[in-house]
């Protein structure tokens, strides 16, 4: 079997396109769940699903195996794509119930299950091979990973879930940015980069003035430009959880649990 | 990954992201700044988040016009409905005429800048009721504060809104002893089409939601008030040696039947009313014992006049033989 992924620069484009088109609302259409779409009997629909949920969680499973099973990078590598393979080929992903908890916890367990039973090395060149599952770049992952050291005690869920939720972002961002560019917002999205990711990245601490002076820009402008990206953001954040849950009690609280004061 | 790989700020590559890694502390920034609504719009500033309810968020904001701090409650419900807003601000209209010292002001309502229905309140502070009650209040005052509770809800429904989530953490607490009713946004407004609450049927909390809520019946009344008064009541009497009198007015209260409660706040306000004054109270028939120890307690000093007057003239009559 060969799946085959966008690449990460034309799905963004292509999910843009479709945001934008939606955006006059406060909140992203109801679409049918990308869980639930797996279970169809269209391969079609079940195959555009399963690349929806592989680009939504394949980095945080590659992290997870970093991270908490101590995988080195080809290793972490393998096992992900095998995850995916499996989870496709098995129709693992089919058996979730949602009465038994969360699509996430499911994942989580299904993917230490496999790092658990994987043992032997005929198992590792039976990985990757002919099936190329990887929606991130992941040199890029790499350095995301460069100094998170600290997480490895971590209790499972937490680490899982705290990557889900950079996912998440990391997704919600990127499609922001590529709207921004298309609308010509290209300053409003540096002004967000710099103040929403940028500075506390840095744990620096910056105030609407010195942004405005740095941009060259009234302080009203700053907060218009802010307001308007970070808007997006929770639109594209809104967007994936709706793509990504079952039905709109999991949705209301995973929205709760991400944006919940 | 990401770090700035921009010569000066603002004069980045306008294809090339600046930021490629999200560090912990951006995550935890972003999820704090995303979901912040946006005012831009409008006249406050945002200072805070307050507390988080079932149907939207509460912040502390800054009314630059007034110069004061205000409350402001915004709907976050993400199955939000275009008529909602309409009936939100209908709404807020409504409870913006409920002037009354227990329910709290309604001053302005609008829209944020990214299509979120708001209004704006006094801002209370204090403490809610379930904590109130922790710090070991006497019966006296426990029923003192349903009373004036009653005043509030029966004032409301005398303009035709019927709160529907009465329940301790809707109760306030001011720091003078002000009993405020918060949270009026499951409210059901005589005449209105809905509520604010989406799927509206089935609006409020067990243990203090009537039968008629939880079956989803949509002819509600008063009397759902009732039952959610009595269901604070019975919460405030939890722990407490409560005389059979104020069980009855709890169960009265609380009847299932919603023909068998009080018909009106006003009516349970007036049997707590009648109880703390010593009365008979129509929710309890008392047997003549009881009548005659209810008496004897509410009259206990003309009766401890009498019976020490007839004591003494005993002691005269023994003592002089007259």
């Known amino acids: 079997m060969c799946l085959h992924f966008h690449s990460t620069l034309s799905m963004e484009h292509a999910l843009v396109s479709d945001a934008i088109s939606a955006s006059s609302g406060a909140f992203p259409d109801t679409h049918r769940s990308t869980v639930d779409a797996i279970r169809s009997g269209d391969p079609d629909v079940r195959r555009v699903a399963f690349d929806a949920l592989a680009r939504s969680y394949w980095k945080p499973v590659y992290k997870y195996l970093r991270l908490r099973w101590h995988r080195d990078s080809q290793d972490a590598q393998d096992l992900t794509q095998e995850f995916f393979a499996r989870a496709y080929q098995k129709e693992m992903l089919e058996q979730y119930d949602r009465d038994r908890g969360r699509f996430r916890t499911f994942l989580r367990i299904c993917v230490d299950h496999l790092a658990q039973n994987e043992h032997t090395a005929a198992m590792r060149i039976k990985r990757g091979g002919s099936v190329a599952i990887r929606p991130w770049d992941l040199v890029e992952i790499e350095q995301e990973l460069s100094g998170m050291a600290g997480s490895r005690e971590e209790d499972p869920d937490a680490v899982f879930h705290r990557e889900w939720l950079r996912s998440l972002f990391d997704t919600a961002i990127r499609r922001a940015r590529v709207e921004c560019e298309r609308q010509g917002k290209q300053t409003a999205f540096d002004v967000f980069e710099r103040y929403d990711l940028l500075a506390p990245n840095q744990g620096e601490s910056l105030t609407y003035a010195q942004l405005a002076d740095e941009f060259g820009v009234p302080i009203t402008q700053v907060t218009n430009y802010l307001a308007f990206v970070r808007r997006r953001v929770r639109h594209h954040v809104l967007a994936v959880l709706r793509e990504t849950t079952t039905n709109d009690a999991e949705f209301a609280v995973e929205v709760r649990e991400v944006l919940g004061a | ?322």
């Open chain 2, 1 to 322: 990954m990401m770090q700035n790989s921009r010569s000066k700020c603002g004069k980045s590559s306008v294809h090339e992201p600046v930021v490629t890694r999200i560090s912990d502390r951006a995550l935890e920034h972003l999820r704090r700044v995303t979901d912040r609504p946006d005012l831009s719009n409008t006249r406050y500033d945002l200072v805070e988040p307050l507390g988080r309810g079932g149907m939207g968020s509460v912040y502390l904001v800054h009314d630059r016009d007034l110069d004061r701090r205000v409350a402001l409650k915004v709907l976050v419900s993400e199955s939000i409905a275009p008529a909602m807003c309409e009936r939100l601000v209908k709404e807020a209209q409504t409870l913006a005429r409920l002037e009354h010292p227990g329910i709290v002001p309604v001053h302005d309502v609008g829209m944020t800048e990214d299509g979120f229905p708001f209004y704006t309140m006094k801002l209370v502070r204090g403490l809610r009721l379930d904590r109130h009650v922790t710090t070991g209040i006497a019966l006296a005052e426990r029923l003192q504060i349903v009373e004036r509770i009653c005043d509030a809800v029966a004032f409301a429904h005398d303009r035709g809104v019927v709160h529907r989530d009465l329940k301790p953490a809707n109760i306030m607490i001011g720091p003078f002893g002000e009993v405020l009713v918060m949270d009026w946004g499951v409210a059901h407004i005589r005449g209105a089409v809905g509520t604010l609450r989406e799927g509206g049927d089935v609006a409020g909390t067990p243990g203090f939601m009537s039968p008629e809520q939880e079956q989803g019946d949509g002819c509600l009344d008063e009397r759902s008030d009732v039952f959610g008064l009595g269901a604070l009541l019975r919460f405030l009497l939890e722990g407490i040696s409560a005389p059979r009198p104020l069980l009855a007015i709890c169960r009265k209260a609380t009847a299932f039947d919603r023909a068998l409660r009080y018909a009106t706040a006003g009516d349970l306000a007036r049997d707590i009313a009648q109880f703390r004054a010593g009365l008979p109270v129509s929710a309890y028939r008392e047997t003549p014992v009881e009548r005659a120890w209810r008496l004897l307690r509410r009259y206990r000093v003309p009766v401890a006049l009498i019976f020490a007057y007839i004591g003494m003239r005993l002691v005269l009559l023994l003592l002089t033989g007259n």
